[in-house]
């Protein structure tokens, strides 16, 4: 066999890896195109479902306690999302009758952030 038909085998052997290895990077391209689709999809649908809830808990909520809860999604949207889901427990479990106020929302928020800061508070003792 001449060095010529050596190389020749060679290069079509390379030619025919480099193929493969271009489909499996192409099959992967495309599932995570489609994982990140379908993650996309999620979101969105989390996100009308948080806005479904949203809108029925502001019809419960006062003047003051929208703008107070108006201001908390600007400042920290993942606490107003957790306050907004805890009201609608409440809501949903029959506690809550009537309109929320300032005062009450207020209230909730501070038992929330009690509730999620248990264990991370830390004292500084001077010597």
Do not use: W
């Given at each position: 066999m001449?060095?010529?038909?050596?190389?020749s085998?060679?290069d079509s052997?390379?030619d025919q890896?480099?193929?493969?290895?271009?489909?499996?990077?192409?099959?992967?391209?495309?599932?995570?195109?489609?994982?990140?689709?379908?993650?996309k999809?999620?979101?969105a649908?989390?996100?009308?479902?948080?806005?479904?809830?949203?809108?029925?808990v502001?019809a419960h909520?006062?003047?003051?306690?929208?703008?107070?809860?108006?201001?908390?999604?600007?400042?920290?949207?993942e606490?107003?999302?957790?306050?907004?889901?805890?009201?609608?427990?409440?809501?949903?479990a029959g506690?809550?009758?009537?309109?929320?106020?300032?005062g009450?929302?207020?209230?909730a928020?501070?038992?929330?952030?009690?509730?999620?800061?248990?264990g991370?508070?830390?004292?500084?003792?001077?010597?």
């Amino acid at each position: 066999m001449s060095d010529y038909s050596k190389f020749s085998k060679m290069d079509s052997e390379l030619d025919q890896l480099k193929k493969k290895r271009m489909e499996q990077l192409k099959q992967a391209y495309a599932e995570q195109l489609q994982s990140r689709s379908a993650e996309k999809q999620a979101e969105a649908e989390m996100a009308r479902q948080l806005e479904a809830v949203e809108e029925a808990v502001k019809a419960h909520l006062t003047r003051e306690a929208l703008q107070r809860y108006g201001t908390l999604k600007l400042a920290h949207p993942e606490t107003a999302t957790q306050l907004i889901m805890a009201v609608a427990q409440a809501i949903e479990a029959g506690r809550l009758k009537g309109m929320l106020g300032d005062g009450q929302l207020k209230e909730a928020l501070q038992q929330l952030s009690r509730l999620t800061n248990k264990g991370k508070e830390g004292r500084i003792t001077r010597v």
